[in-house]
């Protein structure tokens, strides 16, 4: 089945430790998104990537890096520069990021991320 | 950027109650879409609506582009579609802030 994967599911960090999440797609979608949202909010932006080996910081980058390598993989490394890295995380991508093309946005299950 | 609202914050509903949720968003826009997170945190995709209107079932969902906003109807409400619903707008799909809806038995 097509869809979008994240793993871990869950996951706990020591405090200075780097942690990387992965998000992998296989709906062939050009463009990929990573987002954090916090307990009772909304979602925000981190980073995305409309083609591979070329991303765009979000709203809230700084702590945060990524890589777009393949089409189909965009992991999120956060960083022990993030101050306040717990959240629950999440992944989407979309099929294009032209101003004319039908660019619907699908989520994978998302990454809870606890720092202890 | 864009900013985008939605209104009510908060909805408490009976079981078959009729509701409607309202996107505003602040300048034109050519993606929008409704979507609904279930208490697991999954994003579920409702419509991808930036014009017109479109229905699925109970759920019907109407922009009106040339007034910056979007309504999305839910019919005959039932306890499964509590939860929190985002709209979502523009190319990079700004988040609003959800309505979280509360269907009681």
């Known amino acids: 089945d097509g869809g979008i994967t994240q793993s871990p599911k869950y996951l706990f960090r020591k405090e200075g430790q780097n942690v990387t999440l992965s998000c992998e797609q296989n709906l062939n979608h050009d463009a990929m998104y990573w987002y954090r949202q916090d307990p009772g909010q909304g979602l925000r932006l981190i980073y995305y990537s409309q083609i591979v080996n070329d991303f765009q910081k979000g709203d809230i980058a700084e702590g945060y890096s990524v890589s777009r390598e393949k089409k189909e993989s965009f992991p999120l490394t956060v960083t022990s520069a993030q101050k306040n890295p717990t959240a629950f995380y999440l992944c989407?991508?979309?099929?294009?990021?032209?101003?004319?093309?039908?660019?619907?946005?699908?989520f994978g299950p998302g990454t809870r991320l606890t720092v202890l | 950027g864009i900013q985008v609202e939605q209104s009510p914050p908060d909805l408490i509903l009976q079981e078959g109650a009729n509701s409607t949720l309202r996107c505003n968003f602040s300048d034109s826009v050519n993606n929008l879409q409704w979507f609904h997170q279930n208490p697991w945190g999954q994003l579920i995709n409702l419509f991808y609506i930036p014009s017109g209107t479109k229905q699925n079932g109970r759920l019907s969902a109407t922009t009106v582009a040339t007034e910056r906003y979007s309504l999305l109807y839910i019919s005959s409400s039932q306890t499964t579609d509590s939860g929190v619903y985002f709209c979502a707008a523009d190319q990079n799909f700004v988040f609003g802030p959800g309505t979280r809806l509360s269907v009681l038995p």
């Open positions: 989407a991508s979309s099929k294009a990021s032209g101003l004319a093309a039908i660019n619907e946005q699908f």
